[in-house]
């Protein structure tokens, strides 16, 4: 899909990821970008910079979502693209003390409302009309701790894996309709979202050193929905380590293990 003359809605729009995509669709010549965040101001500054629209949305909630949705589609027509973008990265640690499966049920009901539901009630807001036209484009910000597993975040991991298994699903499901599918799944991004993860670890995030800039990840993604292709992967060595976890998962659980207890202490 080429984004020209098309009508988009941005999920965590308002800041890192999002942001970048709302700003490189513009560059692109989209027709309407609908900002959706959270952060209401931060949701507006961004529309403003690309002559969009900001709107305050908690993707938790179904009717923000499906009310965002309605507001893109009354202000551009139909909806051609939609992100799934927001993310949340809460109660990391490296499994003793409050983290892991010990960590409050609160972070890990949010982090699973964030990263899945969220994406359910988009599905539900904005297939049926993609459907019906025979055309549209879901893109899900994932992660690669979704196809690798983040050895410190242990909700973040678990729900970034149902994400990518949503979209993987409604590629095979809806395909054939007409839907385009894209899971994006980047490591470390300088965003808000990466600094967050590195001050709850106590500065030694270790995504921190290879992490690149919002903008890289949103040029990349520009060519992949340009090729439609469904894994996204602005790190390509990604995929170099994906290959090797199924390939030997066991070796690979060790080696993920040593790396663990060589960079944090037991301690969160």
């Avoid at 989209?30 to 952060?39: H, S, Y």
């Avoid at 965002?68 to 003793?96: K, Q």
């Avoid at 994406?119 to 549209?136: F, I, T």
């Avoid at 990466?194 to 990349?220: K, N, R, T, W, Y």
């Amino acid at each position: 899909m080429q984004l020209r003359d098309r009508a988009v809605v941005v999920t965590g729009g308002g800041s890192g990821i999002g942001a970048a995509l709302c700003r490189r669709f513009a560059a692109e010549g989209a027709r309407g970008i609908l900002v959706a965040d959270l952060d209401a101001s931060a949701a507006e500054a961004v529309a403003v910079e690309v002559g969009g629209i900001g709107v305050a949305c908690d993707v938790t909630r179904e009717a923000d979502v499906a009310s965002s949705v309605e507001r893109a589609r009354s202000e551009f027509g139909p909806i051609d693209l939609y992100c799934a973008n927001a993310g949340i990265a809460v109660g990391m640690g490296t499994g003793s003390g409050t983290s892991g499966p010990f960590a409050p049920d609160a972070d890990w009901t949010r982090s699973f409302d964030v990263h899945v539901m969220a994406h359910v009630y988009a599905a539900r807001a904005v297939l049926p009309a993609m459907l019906e036209r025979g055309e549209g484009y879901f893109l899900t910000t994932a992660s690669a701790a979704g196809l690798l597993t983040d050895i410190t975040g242990h909700a973040y991991s678990v729900t970034k894996h149902a994400a990518v298994g949503f979209a993987e699903w409604l590629a095979i499901a809806y395909g054939p309709q007409g839907l385009r599918v894209s899971c994006l799944c980047p490591q470390g991004v300088v965003t808000p979202l990466l600094e967050s993860v590195a001050a709850q670890m106590g500065g030694g995030g270790h995504l921190v050193p290879d992490a690149i800039e919002p903008d890289e990840v949103a040029e990349v993604v520009v060519t992949a929905i340009d090729r439609e292709e469904f894994l996204i992967l602005p790190h390509p060595v990604v995929k170099d380590y994906a290959i090797r976890r199924a390939s030997d998962t066991d070796r690979w659980i060790h080696g993920m293990t040593r790396m663990r207890n060589r960079i944090y202490s037991e301690s969160d």
